[in-house]
Structure formats: C-alpha cells, structure tokens
C-alpha cells in the first residue's frame, strides 16, 4: 500500500542532525520511506491512502538503545535502604544489588518474565519507541540466561517493536563462582556465549567493566569471543570509576560505550576514531545521586556521537518513560533538545548497528515515526513524563492501541 503522510512539519535527524522540512509530505511503501520532502515538490499519481496528519510535528519513531527490561522481582527496598544513606556499593557488597534481581530472576518462569516485562516495555511504547534494545544479566548461567534472551526474542514478535537481544552474561558474578571470576569469564567464553549465540538468540555482547564487576582485561577476553563468534560488542564503562574501559571498547570497534560519567579526554578521542557511540543514561545517573558529570565538552570537541536511554532495570533507573530521559539529559548533562533527540533517533540506532536503516526519516529507511500533537519538537524534552498526544506509524501502518 502506498501512502501519503501529509500536512506535518518533520525533524528528519539525517545523520543526526536537526533538521526541519514544514508543510512536509512523506510516501510510504513496503513498510519503507519511498518520498520525503516539501509538500508542494510532491508529484506522485500512484498513491492509495492518504493520511492527513492536522499539522503534527513527524519525529523518527524513538529508539531506547540500553535497557535492562526483563528481570525478576525489583528492588524498591533497596531504593528505601538506599534513602537512608547505604551506597549503592554497599549494598552490592551484602549480597543485594544484582545479586538480589538474579535470585529472583532465575526463580521466575518464562511467562513470569514475559509478562513483567510486557507491562515495563508498554510503558516505553507509550512514549512512541519503536525499536528496543534489551539485555539479559540477570540469569547468569545457561539456562537463565538463555530464558531471558527467550523472553527478549519473545517480545520481539509479539509486539509492534523492533527489539534487539544483548548478552550481558558478564554483568555479575554469580555465587557459584564466588572467588572465582577469571573461571565463570572462561565459562561465559566456552559454553555460554557459542550456545546461545549458536541458538540465535543475541544480537550483540555487552559486559560490565568497574571495579565491583569484571576488569578490563576479563572483559577483553570476552570481546575476542565475541568477535570470533561474530559478534558486535557494547561495554558498561565509566559508571563509578576510570578504567579506561571505553578505550578498550573502541579498540574492538564497540557499537557503544555506556554510562561514561568518568571517562577522560583519550576515551573521546578513542571512541570518536572508532565511531563507538557514548550512550548517556540520565536516569542511572539522577536515580544514584552522582555528582559526576560526563564530559560533555570532551565528547563534544572530539565529534563523538551521543545517545540518550533509559538503562531501565531495578537496581539502578527504573525508568518507565524515555521522554522524562530526554529531559533529564537536558536538565542534568545540560545536553540540547537537538542533541537530546538524535541520541534517541539516529545515534541510538548506530549504537545498535541499525544505522543504515533506522533513526531517521531518508528515502530508503524503514517508515518508524512518530506524529507528535505538539508545538515544537523540544515540546519531547520539556514535559516531565505524562502521555503526549501521538499517532505512531511502524513500517508504514499506523499502530492502534
Ligand atoms: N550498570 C547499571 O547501572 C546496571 N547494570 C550495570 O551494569 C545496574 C543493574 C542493577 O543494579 O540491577
Ligand atoms: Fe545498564
């Protein structure tokens, strides 16, 4: 079906720059963008359907690019302990923390899972996402971990939702290797990451590289695997302190590097000769109460791409809203509308290495967007959470609730 998409005002975040076409027109067919430009240079006589959008700002549809949407139980205790002055560190150290949503992950079912997690990542489509990156992390062996990439994939296609399938198998160490991380490193590197990478079920490798989870030289042997298995890898680097893991991550050409607050200048410069993403998480950030800015002007200076998402998960940013990290990206790293909106457009898309065909509204990408009953698309960033009048258009058919 070839359809028109008329009388709208577009920001089309091609190459992630913001850019504006008013009174503009958009052909969709086969689920792709056949025609985007200024109403008046349209010259199409083969159109079906034609849909008048009543002057809506049209955004790519938003893609949260690191999140952490399936787990067991949560964590809102730990939020209270946490009130009262324990450290997040702390808490990890007695035995909570990750530790805490592993248990409870590995004693739920699948169908536990799914829908737990259906009800969190409605959530975030209700803000107009229409592609999903989510981890595991939280099973931490076999078989837990491949029930949740299951439960991943499983939303993938039971949802109007592109969902990307990480393997954060190094995120934590589980009890069973207390003492003995360098082995459950050589078990995720044997047996996890060739079974389940073999079952089809991850898209991409991800670990946590800090002092209280895996060092940068465990996580390396995890990126070789990775890449042996052909496989692009992402790293949690920076979060709590300065290891250069960001660095480490460009030298195995990282889709990303995750959370940064305490990069340093050579990650930038790192990160920006290898096109790695910085993906900013506002929400992890606010939610632990850092005071640890990330270096905006570094990553600024040495055109580094910058994404925003949510890092939803128990522990850390149990954010239900990417729009709220839009504003958060705003308020607290000081990050403009514009850069605010290419780092949930087409720089969240590179950082899933869907770059060439989702995150912006070009001729020949897949036909995601969003049509927003707002005044301006900054309008995304102000309103602190709430739900935005919007239709929504996947693969060029409109979704209804
Ligand atoms: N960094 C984070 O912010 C989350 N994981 C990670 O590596 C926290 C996960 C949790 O606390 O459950
Ligand atoms: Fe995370």
């Keep these: ?71 067991g139980g949560n964590r809102s205790g730990e939020f209270e302990q946490r009130l009262q002055g324990v450290s997040y560190a702390e808490i990890a150290a007695q035995g909570g923390g990750i530790a805490s949503t592993v248990r409870a992950t590995r004693a739920a079912s699948e169908d536990e899972l799914y829908s737990s997690a259906l009800r969190r990542v409605r959530a975030l489509m209700r803000d107009g996402v229409t592609t999903l990156e989510i981890k595991s992390g939280y099973g931490l062996d076999l078989d837990s971990e491949r029930k949740l990439l299951k439960v991943i994939r499983r939303l993938g296609e039971s949802l109007p939702l592109t969902v990307r399938a990480t393997c954060l198998a190094a995120h934590a160490l589980p009890p069973e290797y207390a003492g003995r991380s360098d082995d459950y490193i050589e078990h995720i590197c044997e047996v996890m990451l060739p079974a389940l990478a073999a079952e089809g079920l991850v898209d991409a490798v991800d670990a946590f590289c800090e002092y209280l989870a895996f060092s940068p030289a465990q996580v390396e042997r995890v990126f070789i695997k990775a890449q042996a298995l052909g496989l692009p890898v992402k790293l949690h680097a920076e979060q709590l302190s300065s290891l250069a893991g960001s660095s480490l991550a460009a030298r195995y050409q990282a889709l990303s590097a995750d959370h940064l607050e305490f990069m340093t200048e050579d990650d930038a410069i790192a990160m920006a000769a290898a096109g790695t993403v910085a993906v900013l998480l506002p929400g992890a950030f606010y939610f632990l109460r850092e005071t640890q800015l990330p270096p905006m002007d570094a990553l600024r200076k040495h055109g580094v791409k910058i994404a925003i998402a949510s890092d939803l998960n128990p522990g850390t940013s149990p954010a239900l809203s990417l729009r709220l990290m839009l504003n958060m990206a705003c308020t607290l790293f000081r990050m403009t509308p514009e850069e605010a909106l290419a780092g949930v457009t087409q720089h969240a898309a590179t950082a899933l290495g869907l770059g060439d065909s989702h995150g912006s509204l070009e001729v020949g990408k897949v036909a995601d967007f969003v049509a927003w009953d707002i005044e301006r698309p900054a309008d995304l960033c102000y309103w602190l959470g709430g739900d935005l009048d919007k239709r929504v258009v996947r693969h060029g058919v409109e979704l209804t609730d």
């Design 1 to 71: 079906m070839k359809t028109l998409w008329h009388n709208c005002h577009v920001a089309r975040m091609a190459q992630g720059v913001y850019s504006v076409i008013d009174d503009a027109a958009i052909i969709t067919a086969g689920g792709r963008i056949e025609w985007i430009g200024p109403r008046q240079a349209l010259s199409d006589p083969g159109i079906e359907q034609r849909v008048d959008l009543g002057g809506a700002w049209v955004t790519p549809g938003l893609i949260d690019c690191h999140t952490h949407a399936v787990f």
